[in-house]
Structure formats: C-alpha cells, structure tokens
C-alpha cells in the first residue's frame, strides 16, 4: 500500500477549463505558485485533438498560455507530428506557435522543417522552410519555400516562392506551388506535360481540373505545339448513382498553314467528340419501378474528322496512338429475365480513309428477342426461340432490312450411367429480306424475299475424369452430325444464292455490289469430332489444355471432304514457362492456313513473351486485285525487374509480310520511395489522311522521360513528364 501511495504521488495529474476547453496535463513533477504552474520531468498535454509530449512545460492561469520547452511532439488525429525545442499554446485565443517547425504528415510521409510554425484552428501558417517526401538525411529532392500554410481538415499545402531542388541543384521556380496530401478530389492545375520534336517544336500542354462537387469533375487540357499548332480539349464526367456514370469529350485542333501545306494533309482542323454512358439498372432507376428482371443501358458515340484528333490529345505515347483506321460508335439497350431477353442496339462505323461515310454500311438500329431454353419431359425435351431484325442502311446506293428467326428443340438422354450422352436437334431458320434505297433492278437482282430451311443435327459425346496423387485428368470427346433437311428460296436468295456461293465469281466486277447482303452460311452434311483434355495440378490449377478438331462433309466430291484440322494446346512446360499454339491444317492445298504460336516466360524478374501469327488465305497471286495472300506478324515484349528499384522493358512489332515494322520501344525506370525516373525510346507507325482522301502513315519517334516526385505526382503506368519527338517519317 505504501508502494502504491508513493507512485501516485511522483505522477501528477492536473485538468482545467478554459472557455469549455478541456486541457489535461501528466507530469512526474509538479509546482505552483499563485497562478503560475511549472511540470517537469517528461510532461503530456492533451488538448482538443492533439496530444503532446515535452520535457518540461509553464502555464500562466491569467493569460491562458501554455509553454512546452525541449523535444516536443504533437500528434494530430493521428495524421501528421510536429516536433520543435519550443511550443506555445494560447488556450483561451485557440492559437498554437512551435519553433522550430517540424511536420511529418504520416500518411503521405510528407515532411516539412521550418524555422517556425503558428497554428489557428485548423489553418497552420509556416515561415520559411523546405518540404520533401524522401528521407529527411540527404533527400534526393526538396522544395525550399518563403512562406506556407497548411489546411489540417482539407490537407492542402500552400507554398510559396518555391524553388526545386534535384539534391543541391536548383531545377525549377515557381512563385506558388499547392498540392493536397491525400486523393480528394479537389479543383486545381494537374501535372503538365513537356515535349520538343524536330517536326512540331515545343510541346506543353496544362491541364485544369475543375472538382466542385463529388458527382461530377470537369478537365481542361490546352497544349500548344510552337511549330505545328495549338488546341483544346475538354472532359466532363459524371457520376448519376451509385451503379451508373458517363462521360463527354470533345476537342478541336487547329494547324498552323506551314504544317499543314508540308505534311500535305486533309484536314486544317482536327475535331470530334466522344460521349460514354453506362447504367447497368436504368428502368428501376429512372422510372422508380421495381422490376425483377435486369436492364441495362450502354451508349459510345465518337465522331471525328481524321484520326489525328485522337492522336493530338496527348503528347504521343504508344498507348495513345492510333493505328487504325475506322471509328465505331454503339448504344445497346436491354431487358433481361429468367425466361426472356428483349434488346436493341445501333451500330455506327466511320471509315477515317474517306472524305464521307454515305456508302459506309451501318446497323441502325439491330432489335433482338430471345426466349431462354425451356424443358420438358424431365430435361429430356429442349427448345428456345431467338429473332433478330437488322437495318442495314447507309445514305446512298441500296439498303435492307434482313429478320432471322431461328428455333432449335433438342432431345436429349444419357446411357450407360451417364458415361455416353445422346441428343438430337431439330433446328429451324429463316430469314427475310426487305430492300430500300437505290436498287436498279434491271442492271441487279434486288427482289424482297425469303430464305427458310431446316437441319437435322445428332451429337454423341462423353466426358471422363480420373484422379492421381499429383494431378488430375479430364477428357471429353463428341460427334456431331448435321444434315440439312431442305430449304426454300425466293426473291433475292433465289436470285443471287448460287452466284454467291461459287468461289469462282469472287473475282467478277459486280460480285462486291451483288453479293454484299447475302450472309446465309452453308449447312452441308457433315460430321464434327472433337477432342478435348484438361490436366490440373494437386492445386487444383490448370497446366495442360488441348483440343483437336476435324469436319468432315458428305457433300461434292471426295477432294472437298475434309475441312480444316484444328489443334489448339495451351500447355504450362514449367510454372514460368508457358507456351500457347494454335493452327489449322487445309487438306486440299497440303499447307497450313493459320499458325499461331506464343511463348512466355516468367521467373526471377523476367518476363519474356514472343508470338508469330501465319495466315494463309489461298487467294490467287495472280489477280490484279487480289491483296496479299500471305499475312506474317511478329510481336514480343520483355520486361526485367532487376530489384524493387531498376527495372527495363522493350516491345517490338513487326509485319514480316510487308517488311514493316509497327511500333518498337526500348527504356528503363527507376523507382525508389520519394520519386521515379525512366526514359524511353519508342517508334511507332500512324495513319494520316492526305490530300484527295488518300491514306498515307507517319513513323513517329519519340523519346519519353518520366520524373515523379511522390507523392506531389500519381504514380502511373504513363507519367512521361518531357518527351522529345524525333524526325518522323512519311509513306504511303
């Protein structure tokens, strides 16, 4: 007990009100006289949200202050410490001064040393002083400032006067510098972008963000290119509830007249717009029902003049740039139940190569109804019912609106113990055509009409699985026969289908125009047999795939009976080494048509992956119009991560057929806690538009540098802060 007593009376415990302020005091010594009251011997101070910790501290009961002297620290809501030799806090003005400033904001490890610091609600105003996210003992950058203040509630830092530095190298100045700690979302400048190219000049481009409220945020992005032009181009997104957003593009360049009468282009002005929409629930949503079944809503609109409103939105990195030549926008729409599924959807394409699309095809709009598969007679008895109906229009020449109907009832049963299973299917389609637009039908046969037919289909297959101690096997064989049971033609299917079906025409100046609508794919008699193996590891993990595949037809003579082979393996060899293969065998030309193989590699940091698509399409070599027959396409990746720290990457793409190569790029980036440096090398190969609507290419070079300062800067898979764009190349 008197143990006990003489611990209670070293450790002393003052509290007191100020102005209804609670302020709590523990100290080991203790003295007071009159008003004035003395700790020491390691003292704690909790007031508000802060605790603090000093050796010794003096409060005056008559002015409210409170001093804190030698190794102070202070504890904020857990977010940040601010240590110093002296603090004064003034209870009854809410005011709280330390010198010298010290701030370590804990979540982002951002700290901040000062000559002093004074503290007024939740605002903290700092002299001069310097700021940096690396390691306070020789830091590799830090930002030396006049004057700061600091938001404690918004966590927004001011600084002014600021001069960066790369260790003692002064790189950049700036009468004001603001940054948040942590990812609100808040208006302000983000991370500009800093380019030079030979054929464009300096490139700089700042964007704006506009935050004001949580569902919605606005970005403006200026660039100019001293040599080429300037533009701008904006971004609003949305957020409408908690399942659906959306977002509006829009942009607009303008090419300076040297730029453009030199690189021969189409197009002055370069712009277009993109809106995205997507809301997975949009009937409950909008009209406040609540149905059972799922709707949904998805929307993609683009429109541009020529590609190179796409490829002016950034500086130029790979992942920008486009290489294709043709824009497609879409809107789906659906409603979805356990039994039914009625849906619509536009489909719109922008050929970039031509002054207009009026004789570009279009979907506008595809409407679809789908019955789900229903049963009978315990699952032995299957049907369902699907219907699509698509306009096929564009603004000149002939247009159609085409309806298929197709309904398939399946019998099925397993014998022997579910070891072999036996179905049979009765499937009818149809479909209608309905034509529009200009169709001279004494010159094309353009007649509305129909196309019916009906196929029988039998199918034989089982499935067997085996286990073993380490892995386990899986294999499933089939035989499928189908045989056509009849058809009927009438109008432009009797018309044009034996026509369009004869290989023999395709090289006929008026086979493109006449057989463009007909898409009815043959059903001959012929069987299908397919093999397919699976075998897991005692993990349960896939590491061998296999499938082979063979049709054989009943129709035309015996040198036509074979269809392609196919034999598709996708084969784990080790854990890190993978290797994927997939080709087709044609008997009647005794060669390959496709070969697809690809081979990765991962382990110890390295990641290798190498691919070789071969196509052969048979077309006859010796026709003026006939593309190439051959295509040969090479594309690889490596990366390295030597350590958390050093890591490298290179692509290179290449079209052995045409000897071009696509797109290559070689470069490092080094990581470490506070910041990021990379550079990398890249060449990449890009469509143009030219004058008269001839399609050419630009081979465009660049050189990227990244520099991220954390956590002033995101870090992102694409945060190139200079790049210099090297002389490019035309072709044609």
């Known amino acids: 007990m008197r143990k006990l007593s003489f611990i209670l009376f070293i450790f002393f415990t003052f509290t007191w009100l100020v102005a209804d302020d609670k302020v709590e005091i523990y100290a080991s010594k203790l003295t007071s006289h009159n008003d004035i009251i003395d700790a020491g011997g390691g003292v704690s101070v909790i007031y508000k949200d802060y605790v603090l910790t000093a050796q010794r501290a003096h409060y005056d009961k008559k002015t409210g202050v409170l001093e804190l002297f030698d190794n102070i620290r202070a504890n904020y809501q857990g977010k940040y410490k601010i240590l110093g030799k002296y603090a004064k806090l003034n209870i009854a003005k809410k005011e709280r001064f330390f010198k010298p400033f010290y701030m370590l904001e804990q979540k982002s490890d951002v700290w901040m040393s000062a000559e002093s610091g004074m503290a007024s609600e939740e605002e903290i105003d700092i002299s001069s002083g310097v700021v940096s996210g690396c390691n306070p003992i020789d830091p590799l950058w830090t930002m030396e400032f006049s004057s700061s203040d600091y938001d404690t509630e918004t966590m927004w830092l001011n600084l002014y006067n600021t001069r960066l530095y790369i260790y003692d190298i ?46 919605w945020d606005l970005e403006f992005l200026p660039q100019i290119r001293t040599q080429r032009g300037s533009g701008l181009y904006t971004k609003f997104r949305f957020v409408d509830s908690a399942v659906s957003r959306g977002s509006l593009e829009i942009g607009y360049f303008k090419e300076k007249e040297d730029y453009f009468l030199k690189n021969n282009l189409q197009n002055q002005s370069h712009y277009g717009y993109n809106f995205f929409y997507d809301n997975p629930d949009f009937l409950n949503q909008w009209t406040g029902a609540d149905f059972s079944g799922q709707s949904g809503l998805y929307i993609d609109i683009n429109h541009m003049n020529d590609v190179d409103y796409i490829n002016l939105k950034s500086s130029g990195t790979n992942e920008n740039l486009v290489t294709a030549t043709q824009v497609l926008s879409r809107a789906n729409i659906f409603y979805n139940t356990q039994n039914h599924y009625i849906g619509a ?60 109907i197709n309904i398939p009832i399946t019998l099925q049963t397993p014998l022997f113990d579910e070891y072999i299973n036996l179905s049979y299917t009765a499937n ?206 090479l594309t690889s990746q490596a990366s390295y991560e030597y350590n958390r720290h050093y890591s490298f990457d290179a692509t290179y793409n290449y079209d052995l057929e045409n000897r071009v190569k696509k797109s290559a790029s070689i470069g490092f980036l080094y990581k470490k806690r506070c910041w990021d440096f990379g550079i990398k090398y890249a060449e990449n190969r890009r469509p143009i538009l030219t004058q008269g609507g001839e399609a050419s290419y630009i081979y465009d070079r660049f050189v990227y540098i990244t520099v991220v300062l954390k956590p002033l800067m995101q870090e992102s898979k694409n945060s190139s802060f200079i790049t210099y764009k090297l002389p490019s190349t035309e072709g044609n």
């Open 170 to 215: 002064p790189v950049l100045y700036t009468p004001y510098f603001g940054y948040s700690l942590d990812t609100t979302r808040r208006t302000g400048l983000l991370k500009p972008s800093v380019g030079l190219s030979t054929d464009e000049g300096f490139y700089y481009q700042q964007p704006l963000y506009i935050a004001e409220q949580n569902w």
């Open 345 to 404: 959807y536009v489909k719109y394409y922008q050929d970039l190569t031509l002054d207009n699309n009026k004789n570009t095809l279009q979907k506008l709009p595809t409407l679809h109804y789908h019955h789900y598969l229903n049963t009978f007679l315990k699952e032995h008895l299957l049907y369902s019912l699907d219907m699509q109906s698509n306009n096929i229009w564009r603004q000149e020449n002939k247009r159609v609106n085409q309806t298929d």
């Open 428 to 633: 009818f389609y149809g479909q209608y055509s309905n034509f529009g637009g200009d169709t001279d039908q004494t010159t094309m046969p353009f007649r509305n009409g129909y196309y019916a037919r009906n196929t029988h289909t039998f199918t034989a297959s089982s499935q067997l699985t085996k286990a073993y101690e380490t892995m386990s096997h899986v294999m499933s064989f089939s035989i499928v026969y189908n045989r056509s049971a009849g058809e009927r033609k009438t109008g432009f299917y009797l018309d044009n289908a034996d026509y369009c079906k004869d290989e023999l025409n395709s090289n006929d100046p008026d086979y493109e125009a006449r057989c463009e609508f007909y898409n009815i794919a043959d059903v001959d008699n012929a069987t299908k047999l397919e093999f397919i193996q699976y075998l897991y590891d005692d993990k349960s993990e896939q590491f061998l795939y296999h499938r082979m595949a063979q049709r054989i037809s009943y129709e035309g003579d015996n040198a036509n009976r074979y269809g392609e082979l196919e034999n598709e393996l996708d084969i784990k060899i080790f854990k890190v080494l993978s290797y994927y293969n997939n080709m087709f065998y044609n008997y009647d030309k005794h060669r390959f048509s496709k070969i697809l193989n690809k081979i990765s590699y991962h382990d110890y940091g390295v990641g290798l992956s190498v691919s070789h698509l071969f196509r052969d399409t048979f077309r006859d070599p010796t026709t003026e119009a006939s593309p190439s027959r051959y295509t040969r396409y």
